[in-house]
Antibody
């Protein structure tokens, strides 16, 4: 079935780096744009980044621009989020999410999420 | 970025009630609006997209309406499994934003 599985979360010190992965299965990954969305503990949802199906265009929320990089490897059906210069306010569950129509859109498929904690 | 304002932020209701949640965009977004349901510890679930299109598998008691800046999510007859937090999301342009959420609690 259609599935997204995130990994790579953990505890990291402020200023540190972490790379998240999202493994896709059950659909043609290379035909879909993909997103990262996060949710701080007890808070609402925040869109983080989008990448086009072929990696040619990337868009970021202002809160992560210049610090986070979204990328993908279509040969491995995997989406990535490289997070640098991490701050306490980046602490959140990070979800990967597939858009309905493959572009900037509503998200019809979500992973289970991976927790990132930024703390000293 | 386009700001999405949901109201109310929370309320109590009873099984069988008809409930309405509103979402207002800070500028016009045509029909580029989605609604999600989220339960504790779970990923959000898509209910409605394009303001009024019901996602496959979602019960017909859920409906969405609106365009431009004002949108509503209606649950026609609240069921026990509908007690959750609901979020709207706009996808007009290159920066996507969510509303702050509406928590529906049992009265």
């Amino acid at each position: 079935q259609v599935q997204l599985v995130e990994s790579g979360g953990g505890v990291v010190q402020p200023g540190g780096s972490l790379r998240l992965s999202c493994a896709a299965s059950g659909f043609i990954f290379s035909s879909h744009g993909m997103n990262w969305v996060r949710q701080a503990p007890g808070k609402g949802l925040e869109w983080v980044a989008f990448i086009r199906y072929d990696g040619s265009n990337k868009y970021y929320a202002d809160s992560v621009k210049g610090r986070f990089t979204i990328s993908r490897d279509n040969s491995k059906n995997t989406l990535y989020l490289q997070m640098n210069s991490l701050r306490a306010e980046d602490t959140a569950v990070y979800y990967c999410a597939r858009p309905v129509a493959g572009t900037l859109d509503a998200f019809d498929i979500w992973g289970q999420g991976t927790m990132v904690t930024v703390s000293s | 970025a386009i700001r999405m304002t949901q109201s109310p932020s929370s309320f109590s209701a009873s099984t069988g009630d008809r409930v309405t949640i509103t979402c207002r965009a800070s500028q016009g977004i045509s029909s580029s609006l989605a609604w999600y349901q989220q339960k504790p510890g779970k990923a959000p679930k898509l209910l409605i997209y394009a303001a009024s299109t019901l996602q496959s598998g979602v019960p017909s008691r859920f409906s969405g309406s609106g365009s431009g800046t004002d949108f509503t999510l209606t649950i026609s007859c609240l069921q026990s499994e509908d007690f959750a937090t609901y979020y709207c999301q706009q996808y007009s342009g290159y920066s996507l934003t969510f509303g702050g959420g509406t928590k529906v609690e049992i009265k």
